[in-house]
C-alpha cells in the first residue's frame, strides 16, 4: 500500500506560496504558506503539521478500533482530536509532540480495560510509529455523540 500527495512551492520562503493534493482527491491545490505555519496567520489553507495531526487522529481511530474489536467490542462512535506540536530547538522548527485526545461511546468495557485498549492502541498505530516524537494520549469513555 503506498499512498502519494504532492506540493508545489514558488517562491522565497516567507513571501512564497503553495500548494498541496492528494492523489486520492481528498484535497486538491490547498494552498499553504510561511505565515500560517509559522506566524498563526488566519485564512484558507493547511501546514504539513495540520496534515500530520489529521493523519494521526485517524490513523489511531482506525487502530483503536481495530483493538476494541480484537477484544470483543464494537464502538457506537471513537472521536480524535490531534494536536502536533512545532516548536524550535536548536535554533530550527521541530515537531515535539503530538497529543490525542480521544472520547469513545462504546458498550459493555470497563475503564481499565478500555485504558490499556487506547494505551496499545496508541503503540501501534502506524502514524504513531512513524513520528520520533513524545505523543501522548487522553482517553476517555463517553455517553455523548460527537
Known amino acids: 500500500m503506498k499512498s502519494t500527495a504532492t506540493a508545489v512551492w514558488q517562491g522565497a520562503l516567507k513571501d512564497g506560496t503553495g500548494k498541496i ?19 498563526g ?3 484558507p489553507g493547511t501546514t504539513p503539521e495540520e496534515l500530520i495531526a489529521a493523519a494521526h487522529a485517524s490513523c489511531f481511530s482506525m487502530a483503536l478500533s481495530a483493538e476494541l474489536g480484537k477484544a470483543g467490542f464494537t464502538p457506537h462512535q471513537i472521536r480524535t482530536e490531534a494536536v502536533v506540536t512545532l516548536k524550535p530547538v536548536d535554533g530550527k522548527p521541530t515537531v ?3 497529543h490525542l485526545t480521544t ?5 459493555g468495557i470497563d475503564d481499565a480495560k478500555f485504558q490499556e485498549i487506547a494505551a496499545g492502541a496508541k503503540a501501534g498505530c502506524p502514524i504513531s510509529r512513524l513520528l520520533d516524537t ?13
Open 21 to 39: 493534493s492528494a492523489a486520492g482527491g481528498a484535497f486538491t491545490d490547498t494552498p499553504y504558506n510561511y505565515g500560517k505555519r509559522f506566524e
Open 41 to 43: 496567520a488566519t485564512g
Open 96 to 98: 515535539t509532540g503530538s
Open 103 to 107: 472520547r469513545v461511546r462504546i458498550d
Open 134 to 146: 513524545e505523543i501522548t494520549l487522553d482517553a476517555a469513555l463517553t455517553d455523548e455523540a460527537a
